[in-house]
């Protein structure tokens, strides 16, 4: 005689079946067959994901999962948003999590320099998070922090920012690990390559100033010992100002700032986590977490 449980058991593997059929059938990976690994899922096959931020589950392919393009249906998240907030829970409360799943914790405080919308205001929902501008109050100049912010953070971001702040960049470096806590993390991204040295556009920026000539932006400098400089085809992110460009960095160089500014190590965040909708295909300017 057939046991109720083993009927209850083929039946409910019988809806699974079908449910992961109708799931093939609409070329959706069912969430138990995705796991974490992109290599088993096939080319142009969508999976299911959530995002981290505003609680909402999305689908697409690995091929749309990328870095900088909004793959959440409901607040426009790209990988790079999301990524940003799932290291914030993984390394600071030792496991991903969703922002919307989470219980108020504001025994832990998050620094913010000029993080984006799409999760600032859910960071803040969760922990005693503060986002700050450069050009506006809250006002944080990572070159020159106040003294009342050392040692006041457990987490600090910064998200494709020190690409714009004005050389020696080195300084930048040594203020995030003042902000800091005993055992905070500074989690970050930046463009980098795989070059020996990080390429400084403007080295000896000194006075200067910056204009659009005939539909073109240039930048005239005149260096400390009193040398010209003129500068053309400026790299802008997000549109001519003050967001230009100052360098792309290469990733040993960044371990060598990050080491003088006396982190105790990095990790180069390149994993994926795919129920979060985080892939990374290229190794290059994937996140970044420095250990205080």
């Not at 999305?58 to 999962?65: E, K």
């Not at 400390?224 to 100052?246: K, Y």
């Amino acid at each position: 005689m057939t046991s109720p449980f083993a009927a209850a058991s083929r039946f409910a593997r019988r809806q699974m079946l079908r449910w992961q059929a109708h799931a093939r059938a609409r070329e959706v990976v069912a969430p138990d067959a995705v796991g974490n690994d992109p290599a088993a899922i096939p080319a142009g096959q969508a999976i299911p994901y959530r995002c981290n931020l505003c609680g909402t589950t999305n689908r697409g392919t690995l091929a749309q999962l990328a870095r900088e393009v909004p793959s959440c249906v409901r607040c426009g998240s790209t990988v790079r948003f999301r990524a940003m907030a799932y290291l914030v829970t993984l390394e600071v409360l030792g496991q991903p999590a969703a922002l919307p799943d989470l219980a108020a914790r504001p025994d832990i405080t998050g620094l913010g320099l000029t993080d984006a919308d799409a999760y600032a205001q859910p960071l803040a929902n969760v922990f005693a998070y503060e986002n700050t501008w450069f050009h506006m109050e809250p006002r944080v100049d990572i070159t020159q922090i106040d003294a009342s912010r050392e040692q006041r953070y457990d987490f600090v971001l910064s998200s494709d920012v020190f690409e714009h702040v004005l050389p020696p960049v080195s300084r930048a470096f040594v203020n995030a690990r003042r902000l800091l806590k005993p055992g905070g993390k500074f989690i970050c991204t930046v463009p980098f390559n795989f070059e020996a040295q990080t390429l400084e556009h403007y080295p000896d920026l000194h006075d200067w100033t910056m204009a659009e000539v005939e539909g073109r932006w240039v930048l005239d400098n005149v260096t400390a010992d009193g040398r010209v400089e003129h500068f053309e085809n400026l790299v802008f992110h997000g549109g001519p100002g003050s967001t230009l460009e100052m360098r792309l960095f290469s990733l040993d160089a960044l371990r060598r700032e990050f080491d003088a500014a006396g982190f105790s190590r990095i990790r180069v965040a390149a994993e994926p986590w795919l129920p979060f909708g985080i892939h990374w295909p290229e190794p290059w300017s994937v996140p970044i977490v420095a250990y205080a």
